[in-house]
Structure formats: C-alpha cells, structure tokens
C-alpha cells in the first residue's frame, strides 16, 4: 500500500495540476470574455425598440405646426411608423445572447469543476490501506463517469462562444458600413480557418501537438463510425 500510495500520489498530482489549470483559464477568459459581450449587447439594444430621439423630433414638428401651421411648407408632419426590428437585427441578437449564455455555462462548469476536484481531493483519515481503497474508488469513479471528458469540453463552450460572437460582430457591422466589416470578417474566416486545419491535422495525425477537445472528439466519433 505504501508503493501504491507513492505512485498514486504521482498521478493525482499531475491529475489535478492538469485540470485546475484549465479551469482558472476557463473561469478568467469566461469572466472577462462575458464582460466584453455585455457591452456590445447593451449598444445593440437600440435596435430592438423605436429610436426615441427620432419620435422626439417628430413630435416637436407636430407641436410647432399645430402651433403655426404655415411652419414646414405647409406641410403635415407625420410621426414615425416602426414595425419592430428586422430579420438581421433580431439573428444578430440572437447569436450575441447565445454567444453570452455559453460563456455563462462555461464558467459554471469552470465553478463546478473546482468543487469536484476539491472534493476528489478529500482522502479523508484512518489506515493507509483504506485510504488506498477509497483513492482507487474515486479514481474508478472517474473514469466510469468520464470525468476528465467532461471537464475538457469547459473550453470547447468557451470556443464555440467566440465563434458565435465573431459571427454577430461581423454581421452587424457588415449592415452598418460593410467596408469596416471587411477586414473583421476577413481575420475570423483566417482563424476559422486555422482552426479548422489544425483539428483535420489532429484527426489524421494522432501524433500531432496541436491536440484540442474537438479534434479528440471528432475522431473518436469517426472511429465509432468506421467499426
């Protein structure tokens, strides 16, 4: 027991230096990314109700004309007709809140994730050989439960999130100048596509460094299928 103890010890170490150092990043980048998306949700927020400042002039006109109605020409000023936001406008929220939601349950998985490890931690007292056995317990527990698969899809969720936002980001400065909207459009389609070729060279390449969370689970998914 003492050897075991010994060698087990190696492995929880490397264990937990491995996945709490993931979930600080996943838990920092969640926090500051959720930071970043709020604000550029809040200055969209416009676009999902009538422009104030454009009904405010609308009724100033109609005041000075019933007030004076040779004001304007003669003619009748109207007030503005608003039909509720576009198409555009109402998918680019969309992706904006989903983008929001996900880094939200990424740093819920970071917290939680935490407080599994902490309580893996817990050997409690008593004898070295029953201390050995409630260490190999929890350790056949996690791998029953796929413990480590789930704590390295955390950062999956954080990349999917920025996806989602460079997508929004792209597309709503695209309908307001389209010509700013080139280069940010430009630089995500290089990223994705870098991500893309470094996760086909993943699934080709066991071997290869660049491993991530999704070239890991495409290839089991094509392993799974070839069988």
């Not at 109700?49 to 109609?62: G, R, V």
């Not at 899809?153 to 309908?175: K, N, R």
């Not at 307001?176 to 390449?205: D, E, K």
Request: glycine share 8%; net charge negative; hydrophobic share 45%.
């Amino acid at each position: 027991w003492a050897i075991y103890e010994r060698e087990a010890g190696y492995h929880v170490e490397e264990f937990l230096e491995k996945h709490k150092g993931d979930m600080d990043i996943v838990l920092i980048f969640s926090g500051l990314f959720s930071a970043v998306s709020t604000t550029f949700i809040v200055s969209l927020q416009s676009g999902l109700s009538p422009d104030e400042s454009e009904m405010t002039n609308a009724l100033l006109k109609l005041l000075i004309h019933t007030l004076n109605n040779t004001a304007f020409d003669g003619q009748q000023p109207d007030l503005p007709q608003w039909n509720g936001p576009g198409a555009t406008e109402i998918w680019i929220q969309c992706l904006m809140y989903a983008s929001l939601s996900t880094s939200l349950i990424a740093a819920l998985g970071a917290v939680l994730g935490k407080q599994w490890l902490g309580h893996f931690i817990r050997g409690g007292r008593g004898p070295i050989d029953a201390r050995g056995r409630l260490r190999q317990q929890k350790m056949d527990g996690l791998q029953t439960w796929y413990f480590s698969a789930v704590l390295e899809a955390l950062p999956l969720l954080i990349q999917v999130s920025l996806l989602l936002f460079g997508i929004a980001l792209g597309a709503s400065i695209w309908t307001q100048q389209p010509t700013i909207a080139a280069p940010v459009v430009l630089t995500m389609a290089f990223g994705a596509l870098f991500y893309g070729i470094i996760i086909l060279s993943c699934v080709v390449s066991p071997t290869c460094p660049f491993q991530t969370t999704a070239s890991t689970i495409l290839r089991f998914t094509l392993q799974s299928l070839s069988r």
